[in-house]
């Protein structure tokens, strides 16, 4: 059973950069795609970025340019790099996982679109942009 743990948050002023992290401590993340969602109060959970088990990756046309994701396999963690930040980036940043073991021939794209289409979640981690 993963249990996500997210870790980053802060509060930084427009233009600064935080790199956010979602880790597990027991569970191999290598065939699980991880998805960034954040919300906003009184805003619906959009997605941010996602990268797959096979380390396809994608990004909100929000956030394209200015952030980054990336695995590090070693430490078991995904980073979500963010830069150029805007005060509209702000809200609780969740990390979401869903189990796709790469196989041959088989798509195992991920999506932001759909956060339903994620079984695990963390508890999420603040981001405040504001000068």
């Known amino acids: 059973q993963l249990q996500l743990v997210e870790s980053g948050g802060a509060l930084v002023q427009p233009g600064g950069s935080l790199r956010l992290s979602c880790e597990d401590s027991?569970?191999?993340?290598?065939?699980?795609?991880i998805g960034w969602f954040r919300q906003a109060p009184g805003k619906e959970r959009e997605g941010v970025s996602c990268i797959s088990s096979d380390r396809t990756t994608r990004y909100a046309d929000s956030v394209k340019d200015r952030f980054s994701i990336a695995r590090d396999k070693a430490k078991n963690t995904v980073y979500l790099q963010m830069n150029s930040l805007k005060p509209e980036d702000t809200g609780t940043y969740y990390c979401?996982?869903?189990?796709?073991?790469?196989?041959?021939?088989?798509?195992?794209?991920?999506?932001?679109?759909?956060?339903?289409?994620?079984?695990?979640w963390g508890q999420g981690t603040q981001v405040t942009v504001s000068s």
């Open positions: 979401a996982a869903v189990k796709r073991i790469p196989i041959t021939g088989v798509d195992v794209s991920c999506n932001i679109a759909r956060p339903m289409g994620y079984d695990h």
């Open positions: 027991g569970t191999s993340l290598d065939f699980y795609n």
